[in-house]
């Protein structure tokens, strides 16, 4: 029987090891920011809830083979009385290098964990900005990526057919 280092042959090399799924932030950044503040000052002297609505999408682009860029896009409109209050549109993104994740994890890791990672960030500019802009700040709710990403998978789900995610 032969061997190799040491072990029978055809037996897994215990010096060799699956290398580990990683995930690095390399960078993250405002890609694109407005703050519209249309009725100042008089906006300020509304006694009424405003109703805030808001929207939140994530987007991501191939730099390299290893290198993505993740964009997470909130966009909050405040009204009170039929006035717009404030309008905010924020894209902030960041690059990611991911290496040895199994391709059918790396679309779900890319729109799932790389805005996660992302939102806490992209949270404090909203807040910052609505209170600079003269507003309380707002601070949104933490947001469940898995069931947005759920939800989008099944929006781009064919007829009777598993969801495909989008080709990078």
Known sequence: MSTTNGGPAGAPNPNITNPAPQLMVLGQYIK???????NAPRAFNQNVQPQINVQVNVNANPI?????????????KAEAAGMVLFNLELVFAGAFRIQNVPQENLHPLMMIECPRLLFPFAREIVASAVRNGGFPPLLLDPIDFVSLYQQNMSQMQPQGGAPQPPKS
């Open 64 to 76: 390299t083979e290893t290198d993505v860029e993740v964009a997470l896009r909130l966009e909050a």
């Open 32 to 38: 694109d920011f407005s703050f519209e503040n249309p």
